[in-house]
């Protein structure tokens, strides 16, 4: 692994690498709370049939880290990643939890760059917003997101060495991954300065629509099927214990990427990265085609 800082649209982020530069491209996109090394074990495992380029993305790690909730909108996130990518697209796009927004969005607005689509545990925002707008299963699984966006959270997830933020993340899933050295790094990457504030700003910036449990939202900014489309292969890989993301929020997903391949793994939840390195890559290998 190589890792530095490279200048994009003129600030730092900081780039983590594995495999030969002369290989086909894969961008890892992570997302909350995590950063770049959180590819650790993952991108190794790919590193023979990929040059495999992991950022810590806007407000996380090292990261430029603004402070300003407007530098964190979707047009933002992507043009960060758009100049990463540069003139050697298109690549191949993984992205999970919040990665996995960012990577639909560059796959909507610049589908020249994004030759394929990898989203695991993740979701597009329509069929997102529809179940969150509900007042069903998945607002009710979403409500941190309306106290992760109310003033000062980041200074309470933050309080007693991180224990709120903590338990956030692993709230009724197997954390056993998070523990001795890998929380030592996480810790070092949220306790940053600007960092955590950066990392909610993605949520205070996001459009999307929480409604309370029991009482439908149905007044919803339009969301049309053509602009919200994938136009290349898409693998949809989903760990089935995720208590964070329901199912459900992935129904109707083939109306908008018709080219779409689904994957359950049933013995992980939404941390499938860490808790099955191996097989998630034998997944993607398996359904990328042969060189």
Not at 153 to 167: G, H, M, P, R, V
Request: proline share 8%.
């Amino acid at each position: 692994m190589q890792a530095g800082m490279r200048e994009l649209n003129g600030h730092e982020f900081y780039v983590r690498t594995w495999g030969d530069p002369a290989l086909p491209r894969l961008l890892l996109l992570h997302g909350f709370p995590e950063y770049g090394g959180a590819w650790d074990d993952f991108a190794p495992l790919l590193a023979e049939r990929f040059h495999v380029i992991a950022p810590d993305q806007r407000g996380y790690g090292r990261s430029w880290a603004p402070a300003e909730v407007g530098e964190y909108t979707a047009s933002r996130l992507v043009s960060d990643m758009v100049a990463l990518i540069g003139d050697d697209g298109p690549v191949t796009v993984l992205g999970h939890d919040w990665g996995a927004g960012v990577a639909y969005a560059l796959a909507f607005m610049r589908p020249d760059l994004v030759s394929r689509l990898i989203i695991a545990n993740g979701v597009h925002p329509a069929p997102f917003q529809r179940e969150m707008a509900k007042g069903g299963k998945q607002s009710e699984a979403s409500q941190y997101i309306n106290y992760l966006r109310s003033d000062g959270s980041e200074d309470k997830l933050a309080a007693n060495d991180f224990e709120k933020l903590i338990a956030l993340f692993s709230a009724k899933m197997d954390m056993s991954w998070l523990q001795g050295d890998v929380l030592a790094r996480y810790k070092e990457a949220w306790g940053r300065p600007g960092r955590l504030r950066g990392m909610i700003n993605w949520y205070r910036a996001s459009p999307l629509v929480v409604a309370d449990p029991g009482k439908p939202v149905t007044d919803l900014r339009p969301m049309p099927v053509e602009r919200l489309q994938v136009r290349c292969p898409h693998l949809l890989i989903w760990g089935m214990g995720d208590v964070a993301l329901m199912p459900e929020a992935t129904e109707g997903l083939e109306e908008y990427a018709p080219d779409l391949t689904r994957v359950e793994i049933a013995d992980a939840d939404h941390w499938l990265f860490h808790q099955k390195p191996q097989e998630i890559a034998d997944v993607v290998l398996d359904w990328l085609p042969p060189t």
